[in-house]
């Protein structure tokens, strides 16, 4: 075995990303005791020694997976996340770039990487987005159809969520998410009291079916990710199943050669 090919099996063991994993988690404590003021002057420099170790041991991992995959690294989207937000890090956070600092927090993200169910959540979650496009252009038609007809109807009954379009919109937004409608329905209805036919009517429509649909596209893609992977697995036991057999036939003709060798040398 290579260098190269030791280095390679070393970063994907199962121990080793378990460490990573570990670190990743020790460094997230380590930026959540840093919010308090008393914890980071009584432990400021335990902190900051700790917070440069987490970083080396990310630069070192860094390395080693270049090294083993030289330029391979950068064809894997996760790899470029990773380097990413270690390349932030390594920013010296002073100066004009000070504000780099709050940027810190982006390495628990790299529990997103280092973890293969979340990543599946992730990529699943990725590729919706052009489906999840096409449900918000539809939510915004229906929340603009629905708020030129509110605007018409109760500008005079409530002038201060439907005075014009843009109060309008904004209160069927909040209405959609189901964030004060109560409140706003009452106060309309104060003045029309058949109000609530169109509330009812607006919620069905926004809420339970279009929101609705952003959940559907999701689980859709996750399914579809579930699949893949189950047919992966399936084609790696079948391949293993092949080699088996292609093994077992390879020794049974071995032995085979060996009794004819063995037969000619007694006949003979």
């Not at 590729?127 to 109760?154: C, D, E, K, N, Y």
């Not at 079916?209 to 596209?217: K, S």
Request: charged share 20%.
């Amino acid at each position: 075995m290579t260098p190269r090919e030791r280095v390679s099996a070393l970063v994907d063991h199962p121990y080793f990303q378990r460490f990573i994993v570990t670190v990743i988690g020790i460094n997230a404590a380590l930026l959540a005791v840093q919010t308090s003021a008393s914890l980071e002057r009584h432990y400021h420099d335990l902190i900051a020694a700790l917070d440069t170790m987490a970083l080396a041991i990310f630069v070192v991992e860094l390395a080693l997976k270049l090294y083993a995959q030289r330029s391979a690294f950068f064809r894997d989207p996760w790899n470029v996340f990773d380097f990413a937000i270690v390349a932030i890090a390594l920013i010296p956070a002073s100066g004009p770039f000070a504000v780099l600092r709050a940027l810190r927090v982006l390495r628990v993200l790299r529990l997103v990487s280092a973890v293969p169910p979340l990543r599946r959540v992730v990529s699943a979650f990725l590729r919706a987005i052009p489906g999840m496009v096409s449900i918000i252009a539809l939510a915004t038609l229906v929340i603009f159809v629905a708020g030129v007809m509110g605007t018409a109807l109760f500008a005079e009954a409530s002038p201060h969520y439907f005075g014009d379009l843009g109060r309008s919109l904004f209160s069927l937004f909040q209405t959609m998410t189901g964030e004060s409608w109560p409140d706003i329905a009452e106060e309309v209805m104060a003045a029309q009291p058949l109000a609530w036919i169109f509330f009812v009517v607006y919620i069905l429509v926004s809420s339970f079916a279009v929101l609705n649909l952003f959940i559907a596209v999701v689980v859709n893609e996750m399914e579809q990710e579930v699949r893949a992977d189950i047919r992966a697995e399936e084609q790696q036991h079948a391949d293993e199943l092949a080699a088996a057999h292609e093994r077992i036939s390879a020794e049974l003709a071995a032995i085979r050669e060996d009794l004819a060798a063995l037969r000619n040398r007694l006949s003979g």
